[in-house]
């Protein structure tokens, strides 16, 4: 099959050549899809897309005519593409349903961890020979309470490490994990897992249901000592609510892989530009608030399946299967 991978970079075309081994005929480019791009994948028979690549009914519909038959989501997520359009269009759909829940529950363990030792602040003063310790005091993370905000592969490993630290588990999902049962974790309610928890931590998909699930007025809910954690979808967050609590010291520290806006600057190198989202630019100020580019899920192990995944759904479309990764079948 040809396939258009978009947004790539120098590592998608390391794992996926190291994946394919000749099989498909892959082709990268580093723009992202979107109604205009969709005119560079005339003639192939699949794209592949990552989660800031908009997968609309006007993209689509251009994919169609240009004669793509298949999208290969080489994430979990995958709300960035309308289902239902690409179905009347006889578009199929895959994805990574399963890779590494290791990588990103470790990331937020490692998000949580700097701030609260302050490694981060500590790191910039050694590099100047400071070496005083005032303004780098953390405090046990053993004892604590921690939310877990979706108890899925990732939350429940995450809940696993957490309960590792000696941590009393609450979580909140729409079901219960028996694994994270088996820790102890007791379900609650949204609003009493924030009222009660030390730390918050998100690893919930992004819907119509969770959409700013966390705003002002479930931010207000939580201790001004408590951190929150988002490693999942950046949407999940009112980040202008958030910068009002941080504002107003009503969080002890936010660690954030993921951005409502990130789509146009995660994955770029800006560097060299003045910062045109106000937003962003004013979370970055704060010294309690640590952002990373979405890369919790960036691990060599997590990268391998999510590769290997993709070339296999690509095998099992062009051989007439289906298989545990479809969202959207082919048209019969």
């Known amino acids: 099959m040809k396939v258009l991978v978009y947004d790539a970079h120098s590592y998608d075309q390391t794992f996926f050549n190291r994946a394919n081994a000749g099989r498909h005929e892959l082709s990268y480019i580093a723009v992202q899809l979107d109604a205009q791009t969709a005119a560079l994948a005339d003639g192939y028979d699949a794209v592949c897309l990552f989660v800031n690549d908009r997968a609309s009914r006007e993209a689509l519909e251009r994919l169609r005519a240009g004669g793509v038959r298949l999208i290969a989501q080489r994430s979990t997520g995958y709300n960035n593409i309308d289902l239902d359009a690409a179905a009347e269009l006889g578009i199929a759909v895959m994805r990574v349903a399963f890779y590494s829940p290791y990588s990103v529950a470790e990331h937020a363990v490692a998000l949580l961890m700097t701030l609260n030792r302050r490694i981060h602040r500590a790191f910039n003063r050694t590099r100047e020979f400071n070496f005083r310790l005032a303004g780098l005091m953390g405090r046990d993370i053993h004892g604590s309470t921690v939310g877990v905000v979706g108890t899925g592969k990732i939350g429940a490993v995450f809940a696993t490490i957490m309960k590792g630290f000696g941590c009393e588990l609450l979580g909140y999902d729409v079901r219960e994990n028996p694994d994270c049962l088996a820790l102890g974790m007791r379900y609650v309610g949204l609003e009493e897992l924030l009222e009660r928890s030390d730390i918050v931590s998100l690893h919930v998909p992004l819907t119509e249901q969770t959409y700013h699930m966390i705003n002002a007025r479930t931010l207000a809910l939580m201790k001004p000592t408590a951190f929150?954690?988002?490693?999942?979808?950046?949407?999940?967050?009112?980040?202008?609510?958030?910068?009002?609590?941080?504002?107003?010291?009503?969080?002890?520290?936010?660690?954030?892989?993921?951005?409502?806006?990130?789509?146009?600057?995660?994955?770029?190198?800006l560097s060299d530009r003045p910062m045109a989202d106000a937003r962003l630019a004013r979370l970055m100020t704060f010294p309690n608030v640590l952002v990373t580019g979405h890369q919790a899920f960036f691990t060599e192990e997590a990268y391998t399946t999510i590769a290997e995944t993709t070339i296999r759904n690509l095998d099992d479309f062009a051989a007439g299967r289906t298989n545990e990764n479809t969202l959207v079948p082919p048209p019969a």
Request: net charge negative.
């Open 228 to 269: 929150l954690i988002n490693t999942s979808r950046g949407a999940l967050v009112d980040t202008e609510a958030l910068v009002e609590a941080v504002e107003n010291h009503r969080l002890s520290g936010v660690g954030l892989d993921v951005y409502e806006e990130e789509e146009g600057k995660f994955f770029r190198d």
